[in-house]
């Protein structure tokens, strides 16, 4: 009897049992779409997020993971002559020699300018728009600079292999970026030989690339420098130098053996700690937050036992409910890139993606120029680091209400005050340690104003290209607005916030911009007329609310 009551329990309480462990269902609507468009992509308009909820969660993140590889032709890099190039270079006469170096310095610029402006144009494109998320991403976390590189065929190819790897296998991405020529040489390991081995690239493969602090110790850090001594690279091949290579034996996280760069990898990539520092940094960028320990732990255990594979650690995310919770929703500095793109795939214009490169780089985002092996810190040092005031303007630019002249004067006076706002430099003037800084008297003043109008007048190079620029979208946000319904001043402010924002549209924003469509109605004396029947007042008084909305904190928001 006893032994039927058990069964009968394990019964009644299986099914029971069997509903605790399903997880929550995940809730899907436009607030969520738009959040998987900005988080796996860089945004879109009303009507890409409409059909994202109308497509469900699972198919829009089949369609997120689908790429295609022909969406544009390859970009096509220039490489230089084989051969050795600074040998020959150097043999010339020192005029020729000076031009012929101005000449190949030029001509990298103008490649990696071009490459550039190819990337960002498949961003505001939207061409496989998870592909060019993760290549950023890993743009940020393998950086290489040209500033030390030197060479724009290795960075592009390196940009390149990104992509390849994209959504794939994170073992093959690892492996290829220890062989890539543009890693080898900004990390110095070019340099690096048997007897002499240089450390940096082993102590960022294992800080920063696999395993993160606290998981390796010195004596791992040496030790992988010498299984990596002879990976060097030539004319943007990757080159193995046998005869300086160290053959001797190493131990390396307790793996002992004559270990060559490729052994290295495999050890990395076996520790739990590997799993761990990739998962926390795919989920910190994606989330914008820390994940909880439990959380990164189960993450970490599944893209381990799939072998490293990036695409159903990204399936998995974009449908955990986790992934769309409050604490994540809407509450991520948007990077300047984010910004720039996600504002101009939400209103439908097409900027130059020249100028999107320029912004993000006046805006702290340069790209190919990462400002340390860290990358971009990202968060919220994109609010601390950048100007409100300059996104603004660039958003307005993509309006077509602001001139990139009037841009570059804004963005001069805001320097030319910060620069007067500065203790002029006085030979004998106490420091502010040792007390009261001494009055300034006539002559420091006029030093002060001569220096801030010095600042003023020097304009950077990218600054004179910015003043010239112009932008004259197609743009009809009269008739867009018009067409989904929003005539009345308060649905047509709750539209036009929704469509310039990336996050749900605030309340009080709403308010404000209701107050200013009143505001105008009544100074135009239209009374109860629809602003479609006057596009002509309406058209450039909408662009131009918009451009307030863009300049508004909740616009530096995803």
Known sequence: MQAVMRCLLLLLTAPVQAQEA?????????????????RAGFGGNSAAVARLVALGPEAAVEELLTVDPWVEEPFYARKRA???????????PEEEREMRM????EGDRAQVDDFLEWWVARMLAGANPLRERMVLFWHGHFTSSMEAVKSSYEMIQQNQMFRRHALASFRELLHGVARDPAMLVYLDNTSSKKGHPNENFARELLELYTLGLGNYTEEDVREVARAFTGWSQRNGRFRFEE???DKGKKSVLGKSGRLGGAEVVEVLLKQAACARHVAGALLAYFEGREPAPERLASYASELRDSGYRIDGFLRRLFLDPEFYADEVLAARVSSPLDYLVGSARRLGVAPDP???????????????????????EGGEAWAAGTSLLVRGQLAGLFLGVVSGKELVGALQEERAAAAAEEPPAMDGEASAMEGEPPAMDDEARAKRAKLA?????KLPEELRELARAEHFPRLNLVQRLGHAGAEQDADLAQALVEECLAIPAPAALVARVALRLEGERARLELGATPWSEVPEEAEPFLRALAHEILASPEAQLD
């Open 22 to 38: 399903q997880p929550a269902p995940l809730a899907w609507d436009a607030q969520r779409a738009e959040h998987l468009l900005n």
């Open 82 to 92: 084989d051969g050795d190039l600074g040998k020959y270079v150097r043999s010339l």
């Open 102 to 105: 101005r000449e190949l310095r």
């Open 243 to 245: 005869g300086r290579h």
């Open 354 to 376: 020249g100028l999107v490169v320029l912004g993000a780089s006046l805006l702290g985002q340069r790209l190919f120029y990462p400002p340390s092996v860290r990358g971009w």
């Open 453 to 457: 109008r010095k600042r003023r007048e």
